[in-house]
C-alpha cells in the first residue's frame, strides 16, 4: 500500500487543464502515487492516453450500482425504481470521491479538481501532525450571505443525523484540493447508511444540493470530533471568475503561501492558457526560491 493516491473526477471540457494536473502529479508526488481518474463513458477514450503505472482511469459510470441508468447522450443518471431526482453530473462528481475511498490502495487520498495543479514536493506526511490528517477549515467562513453553503451544511447535518446547526458564521470546508483520510470516508459512508436507513449512496444522490466537502469536514468535526489539525494553505486558491491577463496571473502566483504545494485558478474564469501557464512557471520560481 503506497502513501498517497491522487482522485480527481474530471471530463472533456477540462481535458487541456487535466494535462497540466496530471504532469504536476508525475512530477511532485512519489513513484508509487498512482493518480486515480474518473471520467463518464463518453470521455473515456479522450483519457486513456494518461493510462500507466501512474495513472488509472474509471467509467465513474461503473462506480454506480446497477439500478443507476444513464440517459442516453446525457451526463444525468436516474434510478430506475425512482426516476426523479435524477443524479447530474456535478452531484456524481461528488459521489466518485467518496466512492473512490475503497478503491485506492493507499493511506491516504489527495482529492484535486482538474483546474488545480501540485506546485511543490506533495506528501500526506508533510500535513500530518501526530498521527493526525491536517483538515481544510476556514473558521467563521461560511456567513449568512453564502445561501448555498448554508443549505450544505443544514443537509449534510440531515445525512450524519445531527442537530441544527448553531448560529451563523459556521466554518467553510470547500477547496480544490485537499487530504482525506480512507477510513474516515467509510466511516462517514457507514453513519450515513445508518442515520438514513438507506444506501450511503442512495441517500447522498437524492440530494439536488450537497457538498462533499462539507458533509466529510461536519463528520470529522461534530460525529469523530477528532479536533484534527488545520491547514487552509495546502492551496492557493481564486474562485474568481473573471478572466485573468498574464500580469494578474502572475501576481495571484506571486503571493503563493511557503507551506501550499497547490495552485487553483477557477476553471469558471475561462483565463487563457498563456496566463495559466505563465502563473505555473511563477509558482515554480516561487517555490524553488523559498
Given amino acids: 500500500m503506497s502513501e498517497l493516491a491522487v482522485v480527481t473526477p474530471t471530463y472533456a471540457q477540462d481535458a487541456e487543464l ?4 496530471h504532469r504536476s502529479v508525475l512530477e511532485h508526488t512519489s513513484p508509487d502515487t498512482v493518480h486515480h481518474v474518473f471520467v463518464s463513458p463518453s470521455d473515456r477514450e479522450l483519457f ?11 467509467d465513474r459510470s461503473k462506480l454506480m450500482p446497477s439500478r443507476y441508468v444513464r440517459v442516453p447522450g446525457t451526463d444525468v ?6 426516476p426523479w431526482p435524477p443524479v447530474r453530473g456535478w452531484v456524481l462528481q461528488q459521489t466518485v470521491k ?10 491516504t487520498m489527495l482529492v484535486v479538481d482538474s483546474d488545480a495543479v501540485l506546485v511543490r514536493p506533495t506528501s500526506a506526511a508533510s500535513f500530518t501532525v501526530d498521527g493526525r490528517l491536517s483538515l481544510h477549515r476556514v473558521d467563521d467562513g461560511v456567513t449568512a450571505d453564502m445561501g448555498r453553503h448554508v443549505l450544505w451544511h443544514r443537509v ?17 470546508y470547500v477547496t480544490a484540493l485537499t487530504f482525506w483520510d480512507p477510513a474516515i470516508v467509510l466511516a462517514m ?17 437524492a440530494r439536488l444540493h450537497i457538498s462533499e466537502f462539507i458533509l466529510y469536514g461536519v463528520f470529522v468535526d461534530e460525529v469523530l470530533k ?9 492551496c492557493h486558491l481564486s474562485y474568481n471568475h473573471e478572466p485573468w491577463d498574464e500580469a494578474t496571473a502572475v501576481a495571484f502566483a506571486d503571493r503563493l503561501p511557503p507551506d501550499a504545494v497547490g495552485m487553483m485558478i477557477s476553471a469558471k474564469s475561462n483565463t487563457p492558457m498563456d496566463a495559466r501557464l505563465a502563473a505555473i512557471r511563477r509558482c515554480a520560481q516561487v517555490a524553488e526560491s523559498s
Avoid: K
Fill in 189 to 205: 459512508r457507514q453513519r450515513i447508511s445508518e442515520v438514513t436507513g438507506r444506501d450511503w449512496m442512495d441517500a447522498f444522490n
Fill in 77 to 82: 443518471h436516474v434510478d430506475y425504481r425512482r
Fill in 98 to 107: 467518496i466512492a473512490a475511498a475503497d478503491l485506492v490502495d493507499a493511506d
Fill in 18 to 21: 487535466f494535462a497540466l494536473l
Fill in 156 to 172: 449534510a447535518r440531515e445525512l450524519l443525523g445531527l442537530p441544527p446547526a448553531p448560529p451563523l458564521p459556521l466554518p467553510d
Fill in 48 to 58: 486513456a492516453r494518461y493510462e500507466g503505472p501512474r495513472c488509472r482511469v474509471w
Fill in 226 to 234: 477528532a479536533s484534527p489539525p488545520v491547514n487552509t494553505t495546502i
